[in-house]
């Protein structure tokens, strides 16, 4: 066989296979941005609740929440952070959840419902 063929050859198995590759490098991106996106939902969850039941402060909680997810672009709203209960007296359960809608770099798939969500104990 000459070297001219299997230029031919390789230059079809190249188009063959670069979309596959480009599609697992695009795959292997998104994956990579949602997990960061869930890992800061769940922190700020967690921030939120733990100022909660420290403080009693749903302003504060809140800014807390928005602050551990700086990373978040667009961050999170307010409405998006939600309390099971409106005080967190002694002794009872606070869950904060926060809820987020992540757009995709590619647009191929998405966008995606995230939530977060922390629990703590009332009275620190």
Known sequence: ??????????????????????MILLGTMEFGRAYNAQISLTNAAREGVRVMA????????????????VSLN???????????????TATAQMTVTVNYTLSTLTGIA?????????VMLCGG
């Open 54 to 69: 420290v403080s009693n402060n749903q302003t504060s909680a809140r800014t807390a929440a928005k602050n551990a997810a």
């Open 110 to 118: 998405g966008p995606f419902t995230m939530k977060g969500k922390g």
């Open 74 to 88: 667009p961050g999170i709203a307010d409405a998006n952070i939600i309390f099971s209960t409106a005080n967190c």
């Open 1 to 22: 066989m000459s070297r001219a063929s299997e230029r031919g050859a390789v230059a079809v198995e190249f188009a063959i296979l670069a979309p596959v590759l480009v």
